[in-house]
């Protein structure tokens, strides 16, 4: 075994009970138990289908296209048995590629959630199963902030391996650019180091390809002083709804579009296009402000000024901390977009993701008002939403989009059309398949007005974090990368046991499933 005990002793271990036939007759429900029972360490654990536990362990956010999950074990042993395996850390990974894992072994990560501050308190180390507020909390307690997603339930490794989002990456880069060193299992069951100066290709293909390579068991992090920041700990927004009229969307993104060279590093904008009922019978344009500062703040005052120009239907906004920052965009743990599971069972979300470099507003025109007569002309789907996420990207823009596989780094705007909807029956756990196929059909008819649109104005990309999988191999990578990509997958995983999140195909035949 050359997984070492250290990380074997923490992995949390559960187990359903395998379909018949599908694995070798030794596996049975005992035969399971009797023969990992003996190879776990202290605290981990199996869990057999049916048994207390079993639900919240594999439950995800979303229920489109999830994977089937069957035991957890280490790699050694699921290779050894031609087993597919998959790590699960927040549970909100939505890609179709998921679908192709089949009564595999679950590897919990959410064992891995501890976390220390260097001595010198620039980096921490991070267990590789932290969700984002575990991090969050534990720094903002000492004084320290780091750039992670928004939303406090997603897993922070798969954020990072996929480059990632967050709200600082405008003072500090993306989350994937604050990684200093990773441990990572790797295919062969090897743990190695990856960063600048060992495996520096991997570390590099960590970075914006990530799931495609191994097992993260923890993270060296860059971290920053909360007063670094020239807001310090407040922070303040503004939400403003508009009817999304044709012409609404040309001038609120209009706008949007002006200020993507004034916005400070601290600022995010970020839109909804959907129905809410308690506002408007109609759709409407949700749109948000949010930064670091107080309200008061004179650059922040004259950027929201142009927005309440356009006579919103209603305003509210906020001040308060960074930690409030999640519930005002209603992505805290308690709110309901990360409980989607617990409010609506059976949710299935698919976002048809399309990053650009700036705005082409008739494609953008278009594609919303397609999105709206889509989304209204079946009942099911009147939950979806379309998002418009304009982070600030300063520093994200100084780093060179060749020192990592991230494909993104010179988009400004990610824009997302999702389709909501009843994806599973929740009395007969049956799928509802027709929806399904008209939500994929209906996303990507959204989805090619924008792309077209994007060549006209510097080209787009797919974020692997939100693909729905029907994305080319270079939307989700780049052009640029994916030869490089297809190398290392060579070297690092020949067997392409990596294959289930965003896979890149290697020139070997798969052992994992790399086809959609
Ligand atoms: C409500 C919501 C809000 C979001 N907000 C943001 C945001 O603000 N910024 C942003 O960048 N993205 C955001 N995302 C996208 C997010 O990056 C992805 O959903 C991501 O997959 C979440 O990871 P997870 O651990 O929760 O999911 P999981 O399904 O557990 O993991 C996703 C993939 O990563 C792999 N993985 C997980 N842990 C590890 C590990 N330790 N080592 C190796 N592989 C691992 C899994 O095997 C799987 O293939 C958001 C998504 C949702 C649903
Ligand atoms: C595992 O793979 C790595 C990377 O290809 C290689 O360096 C190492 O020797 C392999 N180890 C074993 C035990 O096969």
């Given at each position: 075994m050359?997984v ?78 031609n087993i ?19 009564n ?14 260097a ?12 969700k984002?507020?575990?991090?969050i ?7 320290k902030?780091?750039?992670t ?6 897993g922070h ?34 743990a190695?180091t ?13 970075r914006g390809a ?5 097992i ?24 403003l ?29 970020y839109s ?13 344009i ?5 930064w ?40 805290d743990?308690?709110?309901?977009v ?6 609506l069972?059976g ?28 989304t ?14 304009q ?16 494909a993104?780094?010179?988009?400004r ?23 399904d ?6 996303g ?5 007005i ?47 046991r ?19």
């Open positions: 050359i070492t005990r250290a990380i074997r002793c923490s992995l949390l271990v559960w187990c359903a009970r395998p379909v018949a036939g599908a694995w070798d007759a030794r596996y049975t429900e005992t035969g399971i138990v009797n023969e990992l029972g003996s190879r776990l360490s202290e605290g981990a654990g199996i869990v057999l289908k049916g048994e207390d536990g079993f639900k919240e362990k594999t439950e995800r956010w979303q229920s489109w296209k999830s994977p089937d999950v069957a035991a957890v074990v280490d790699i050694r042993y699921a290779n050894a048995n597919p395996f998959l790590a699960k850390s927040g549970g909100h990974g939505a890609i179709s590629s998921l679908v192709k894992f089949k595999g072994i679950q590897i919990n990560m959410r064992g891995l959630n501890s976390i220390s501050i001595k010198d308190g620039s980096s921490a180390t991070l267990g590789g199963g932290m984002g507020k575990e991090i909390d534990f720094l903002w307690a000492r004084e902030q780091t750039v997603g928004v939303c406090e339930c997603t490794t798969a954020v990072v391996l996929g480059g990632g989002h967050g709200l600082l990456q405008g003072f500090h880069g993306l989350p994937s650019d604050q990684l200093l060193s990773a441990r990572i299992v790797i295919a062969n069951s090897t190695l990856a960063s600048p100066t060992e495996n520096s290709d991997l570390f590099w293909a960590l990530g799931h495609n390579f191994g993260v068991t923890s993270l060296q992090y860059k971290i920053y002083d909360i007063d670094g920041h020239p807001g310090g700990k407040t922070w303040s927004y503004k939400a709804a508009f009817p999304a009229t044709p012409e609404n969307v040309r001038k609120v993104y209009s706008i949007a579009e002006s200020q993507l060279d004034k916005q400070p590093e601290g600022m995010m904008q909804l296009v959907m129905t809410n009922p308690q506002v408007s019978p109609d759709p409407i949700l749109h948000h402000v949010v670091n500062g107080p309200l008061t703040s004179p650059l922040a005052t004259r950027l929201t000024k142009a927005y309440h120009e356009l006579k919103p239907l209603g305003a509210t906004q906020e001040t308060g901390t960074y930690l409030d920052v999640a519930r005002w965009m209603q992505v743990a308690d709110g309901t990360c409980n989607t599971q617990k409010m069972p949710a299935g979300v698919i976002r048809f993701p399309v990053d650009v470099k700036t705005y082409h507003l008739d494609a953008l025109v278009a594609s919303i008002e397609k999105f709206i007569k889509l209204k002309s079946v009942a099911e789907f009147s939950g979806s939403f379309m998002m418009v996420e982070y600030s990207t300063h520093t994200v823009r100084d780093i060179a989009a060749k020192d990592s596989a991230f993104s780094r010179d988009a705007v990610l824009i997302s059309p999702a389709f909501f909807y009843p994806s599973v029956v929740v009395e007969s756990g049956e799928r509802n398949k027709a929806l196929k008209m939500a994929l059909q209906y990507q008819e959204i989805r090619k924008l792309v077209e649109g994007a060549k006209k104005s510097g080209g787009s990309h797919a974020y692997v974090n939100y693909a729905f999988g029907g994305e080319s191999e270079k939307e989700l990578y780049g052009r640029d990368k994916i030869e490089k990509l297809r190398m290392l997958k060579r070297v690092y995983d020949p067997e392409n990596f294959g289930f999140y965003g896979p890149i195909k290697s020139a070997k035949k798969s052992k994992g499933h790399n086809e959609l």
